[in-house]
Protein backbone atom coordinates (compact mmCIF):
# COMPACT_ATOMS: atom_id res chain seq x y z
CA UNK A 1 0.00 0.00 0.00
CA UNK A 2 2.75 2.25 0.68
CA UNK A 3 4.12 1.87 -2.49
CA UNK A 4 1.57 1.16 -4.90
CA UNK A 5 -1.45 1.98 -3.40
CA UNK A 6 -2.58 -1.61 -2.96
CA UNK A 7 -2.51 -2.54 -6.50
CA UNK A 8 -0.14 -5.16 -7.31
CA UNK A 9 -0.52 -8.76 -8.22
CA UNK A 10 -0.34 -11.30 -6.02
CA UNK A 11 -0.09 -14.05 -8.27
CA UNK A 12 3.29 -12.10 -9.87
CA UNK A 13 5.02 -11.91 -6.29
CA UNK A 14 3.69 -15.53 -5.04
CA UNK A 15 3.80 -17.52 -8.49
CA UNK A 16 6.36 -20.23 -7.95
CA UNK A 17 7.29 -19.92 -4.29
CA UNK A 18 9.39 -23.09 -3.81
CA UNK A 19 9.89 -24.30 -7.32
CA UNK A 20 10.91 -21.33 -8.90
CA UNK A 21 14.00 -19.85 -7.96
CA UNK A 22 14.86 -15.96 -9.19
CA UNK A 23 17.88 -15.90 -7.39
CA UNK A 24 19.69 -18.35 -9.54
CA UNK A 25 19.34 -16.11 -12.60
CA UNK A 26 21.34 -12.91 -10.60
CA UNK A 27 23.70 -11.36 -13.04
CA UNK A 28 26.96 -10.48 -12.12
CA UNK A 29 28.38 -6.95 -13.65
CA UNK A 30 31.80 -8.37 -14.47
CA UNK A 31 33.20 -4.60 -14.22
CA UNK A 32 33.03 -1.69 -11.86
CA UNK A 33 31.46 0.44 -14.51
CA UNK A 34 27.58 1.47 -15.90
CA UNK A 35 26.10 -1.70 -16.64
CA UNK A 36 25.28 -0.33 -20.22
CA UNK A 37 28.99 0.19 -20.96
CA UNK A 38 29.51 -3.51 -19.97
CA UNK A 39 28.91 -4.95 -23.42
CA UNK A 40 31.79 -2.40 -25.14
CA UNK A 41 34.01 -3.51 -22.63
CA UNK A 42 33.75 -7.40 -23.22
CA UNK A 43 33.97 -6.33 -26.97
CA UNK A 44 37.20 -4.00 -27.14
CA UNK A 45 38.88 -6.55 -24.76
CA UNK A 46 37.98 -9.26 -26.84
CA UNK A 47 40.20 -7.49 -29.66
CA UNK A 48 42.98 -6.27 -27.43
CA UNK A 49 42.74 -9.91 -25.92
CA UNK A 50 41.40 -12.57 -27.67
CA UNK A 51 42.59 -11.37 -31.30
CA UNK A 52 45.84 -10.14 -30.06
CA UNK A 53 45.97 -6.80 -31.24
CA UNK A 54 47.83 -4.21 -30.02
CA UNK A 55 46.38 -1.21 -29.05
CA UNK A 56 48.83 0.81 -30.76
CA UNK A 57 47.78 -0.68 -33.71
CA UNK A 58 44.74 0.21 -33.64
CA UNK A 59 43.72 3.72 -35.19
CA UNK A 60 40.20 4.27 -34.21
CA UNK A 61 37.18 2.54 -32.33
CA UNK A 62 33.57 3.50 -33.42
CA UNK A 63 30.64 2.34 -31.29
CA UNK A 64 27.54 1.86 -32.04
CA UNK A 65 24.73 2.26 -28.90
CA UNK A 66 20.83 2.82 -29.28
CA UNK A 67 19.22 5.49 -27.86
CA UNK A 68 19.80 4.78 -24.02
CA UNK A 69 23.21 4.24 -23.66
CA UNK A 70 23.96 7.06 -26.26
CA UNK A 71 23.23 9.34 -23.15
CA UNK A 72 26.84 8.21 -21.80
CA UNK A 73 28.16 9.44 -24.85
CA UNK A 74 26.74 12.95 -24.99
CA UNK A 75 28.32 15.56 -24.65
CA UNK A 76 30.95 14.31 -26.46
CA UNK A 77 33.62 16.73 -25.01
CA UNK A 78 32.46 16.07 -21.44
CA UNK A 79 32.57 12.46 -21.85
CA UNK A 80 36.14 12.24 -23.39
CA UNK A 81 37.09 14.18 -20.19
CA UNK A 82 35.82 13.56 -17.17
CA UNK A 83 36.19 15.55 -14.52
CA UNK A 84 35.80 12.71 -11.46
CA UNK A 85 35.95 8.98 -11.08
CA UNK A 86 32.44 8.76 -10.82
CA UNK A 87 31.81 10.80 -14.33
CA UNK A 88 34.29 8.26 -15.71
CA UNK A 89 32.48 5.21 -14.71
CA UNK A 90 29.40 6.52 -16.79
CA UNK A 91 31.02 7.58 -19.97
CA UNK A 92 31.21 4.82 -22.96
CA UNK A 93 34.12 6.34 -24.76
CA UNK A 94 36.18 6.94 -21.75
CA UNK A 95 35.49 3.31 -20.77
CA UNK A 96 36.36 1.85 -23.82
CA UNK A 97 39.93 3.59 -23.84
CA UNK A 98 40.84 3.17 -20.30
CA UNK A 99 40.12 -0.62 -21.07
CA UNK A 100 41.90 -0.62 -24.61
CA UNK A 101 44.64 0.87 -23.19
CA UNK A 102 44.80 -1.40 -19.79
CA UNK A 103 43.89 -4.61 -21.16
CA UNK A 104 41.42 -5.47 -18.63
CA UNK A 105 39.09 -2.66 -15.79
CA UNK A 106 39.42 -3.28 -12.65
CA UNK A 107 38.62 -0.98 -9.66
CA UNK A 108 42.30 0.32 -9.58
CA UNK A 109 42.06 1.68 -13.23
CA UNK A 110 39.16 4.12 -12.11
CA UNK A 111 41.52 6.67 -10.82
CA UNK A 112 42.25 10.33 -10.24
CA UNK A 113 45.73 9.21 -12.37
CA UNK A 114 43.74 7.69 -15.04
CA UNK A 115 41.74 10.68 -16.06
CA UNK A 116 44.81 12.72 -16.60
CA UNK A 117 46.99 9.46 -18.05
CA UNK A 118 48.50 10.47 -21.38
CA UNK A 119 48.42 6.92 -22.48
CA UNK A 120 44.46 6.63 -21.48
CA UNK A 121 43.70 9.63 -23.15
CA UNK A 122 45.24 8.76 -26.28
CA UNK A 123 43.05 5.98 -26.69
CA UNK A 124 40.11 7.08 -25.40
CA UNK A 125 40.54 9.99 -28.11
CA UNK A 126 40.37 7.08 -31.18
CA UNK A 127 36.60 6.66 -29.84
CA UNK A 128 33.72 8.02 -31.38
CA UNK A 129 29.97 6.74 -31.38
CA UNK A 130 27.37 6.52 -33.81
CA UNK A 131 23.41 6.02 -33.03
CA UNK A 132 22.56 2.64 -34.39
CA UNK A 133 17.99 2.39 -33.81
CA UNK A 134 18.41 -1.66 -34.19
CA UNK A 135 19.95 -1.56 -31.25
CA UNK A 136 16.94 0.10 -29.15
CA UNK A 137 14.90 -2.33 -27.35
CA UNK A 138 10.83 -2.45 -26.76
CA UNK A 139 11.79 -3.12 -22.94
CA UNK A 140 14.42 -0.33 -21.38
CA UNK A 141 15.02 -2.86 -18.37
CA UNK A 142 16.89 -5.25 -20.43
CA UNK A 143 20.82 -4.30 -21.24
CA UNK A 144 20.92 -3.92 -25.46
CA UNK A 145 23.20 -5.32 -27.38
CA UNK A 146 26.86 -3.32 -28.46
CA UNK A 147 28.99 -3.05 -31.56
CA UNK A 148 32.32 -1.92 -31.92
CA UNK A 149 33.58 -1.47 -34.95
CA UNK A 150 37.29 -1.34 -34.78
CA UNK A 151 40.04 -0.16 -37.64
CA UNK A 152 43.91 -0.80 -37.21
CA UNK A 153 46.79 0.59 -38.81
CA UNK A 154 46.97 -1.88 -41.62
CA UNK A 155 43.50 -0.87 -42.94
CA UNK A 156 42.21 -4.09 -41.05
CA UNK A 157 38.23 -3.76 -39.78
CA UNK A 158 37.15 -5.94 -36.90
CA UNK A 159 33.34 -5.99 -35.23
CA UNK A 160 32.08 -7.50 -32.54
CA UNK A 161 28.89 -7.97 -31.60
CA UNK A 162 28.08 -8.34 -28.12
CA UNK A 163 24.61 -9.66 -26.97
CA UNK A 164 24.98 -9.82 -23.10
CA UNK A 165 27.41 -8.86 -20.73
CA UNK A 166 29.98 -11.39 -19.22
CA UNK A 167 28.47 -12.13 -15.82
CA UNK A 168 24.83 -12.03 -17.10
CA UNK A 169 23.13 -15.65 -16.57
CA UNK A 170 23.18 -16.44 -20.50
CA UNK A 171 27.22 -15.58 -19.96
CA UNK A 172 27.75 -16.82 -16.75
CA UNK A 173 31.09 -15.43 -14.96
CA UNK A 174 33.41 -18.25 -13.62
CA UNK A 175 33.88 -19.11 -10.22
CA UNK A 176 38.00 -18.13 -10.71
CA UNK A 177 36.77 -15.04 -12.17
CA UNK A 178 33.94 -13.80 -9.46
CA UNK A 179 36.48 -14.76 -6.61
CA UNK A 180 39.29 -12.76 -8.34
CA UNK A 181 36.81 -9.71 -8.24
CA UNK A 182 35.92 -10.03 -4.74
CA UNK A 183 39.66 -10.10 -3.60
CA UNK A 184 40.65 -7.57 -5.74
CA UNK A 185 37.30 -5.59 -4.75
CA UNK A 186 38.69 -6.22 -0.95
CA UNK A 187 42.23 -4.47 -1.44
CA UNK A 188 39.97 -1.49 -1.83
CA UNK A 189 38.19 -1.28 1.77
CA UNK A 190 38.63 1.46 4.23
CA UNK A 191 39.83 -0.31 6.81
CA UNK A 192 42.81 -3.52 5.28
CA UNK A 193 41.15 -7.05 5.54
CA UNK A 194 44.06 -9.47 5.80
CA UNK A 195 44.05 -12.09 2.81
CA UNK A 196 43.60 -14.77 4.89
CA UNK A 197 40.36 -13.40 5.71
CA UNK A 198 39.55 -12.86 2.28
CA UNK A 199 39.83 -16.70 1.39
CA UNK A 200 37.91 -17.57 4.94
CA UNK A 201 34.98 -14.82 3.03
CA UNK A 202 34.55 -16.92 0.02
CA UNK A 203 34.88 -19.65 1.30
CA UNK A 204 32.21 -19.49 3.71
CA UNK A 205 30.34 -17.81 0.61
CA UNK A 206 30.72 -20.71 -1.70
CA UNK A 207 29.00 -22.98 0.73
CA UNK A 208 26.13 -20.59 2.39
CA UNK A 209 23.78 -23.72 1.75
CA UNK A 210 25.48 -25.54 4.53
CA UNK A 211 26.42 -22.90 7.06
CA UNK A 212 25.20 -22.62 10.31
CA UNK A 213 25.57 -19.01 11.20
CA UNK A 214 25.91 -16.92 8.15
CA UNK A 215 26.97 -13.77 10.43
CA UNK A 216 29.89 -14.92 10.50
CA UNK A 217 30.68 -13.67 7.13
CA UNK A 218 29.57 -9.54 8.48
CA UNK A 219 31.94 -10.45 11.69
CA UNK A 220 34.69 -11.34 9.42
CA UNK A 221 34.66 -8.51 7.93
CA UNK A 222 34.35 -6.04 10.29
CA UNK A 223 37.25 -7.29 12.18
CA UNK A 224 36.32 -9.44 14.80
Known amino acids: KALFGGEYDRDRLLGGVGTEFPASDVS ?44 LCQPDDARRRPRTVMDAKFSIPF ?8 RGLSLRDFSAEAL ?28 PPGIIEVT ?11 EVPYGHPQRPISVEALHAKFADNATHAAVPIPATTVERVME ?4 LETSSDVAEI ?7
Do not use: F, H, W
Open 28 to 71: YKAYPACRLSNVYIDAILEVVNDDGVEPRDITSVKVRVGQIPMR
Open 218 to 224: PRLLGGE
Open 152 to 162: TRSGTKITKRI
Open 116 to 143: RDPAVLAEVDKVSYVYDESLDLADPVII
Open 95 to 102: IVGLAMAR
Open 204 to 207: LLDT
